[in-house]
């Protein structure tokens, strides 16, 4: 059994993928994805990647509104996945903000470079004290 940080680590794995079949108009199946990463089902890595599907566009206005001078957009595939992960436990989740945050933080460190680990701390932090 894996704990929340692996899951989290396999949800932005998904949302990856998903990213790229999108931008590659590739036909998938969410449940197919999952089941790619994970042998068993595990409900908190399906509910987290349909919500943050289903709330995409709420999630990028948002991500949008605290990114100072950039896009959510222009932000690579796999930051998108960590901001909107992240985005996604703050606002839609009752997983205490401390943990979205750090987890969040401690995937870009694994993920991304010092800057991007920055900015997106930045923007949970904004969104927490103005937003939550």
Known sequence: MKNRSELRDIIIK??????IYDTAKVDYSIEDLI???LEVENEFVKSSIIGIIKNRNE????????????????LNKVDQA???LGIYELKYTDTPSIVSINEAIELAKKYSDEKVVKM???????????EV
């Open 14 to 19: 998904v949302l990856y993928q998903i990213k």
């Open 35 to 37: 089941k790619e990463q």
């Open 59 to 74: 999630i990028e206005k948002l991500a949008d509104k605290y990114l100072n001078e950039w896009k959510f957009t222009r």
């Open 82 to 84: 960590i901001l909107s």
């Open 120 to 130: 997106i701390n930045g923007v949970l932090d904004k969104i927490y004290h103005e």
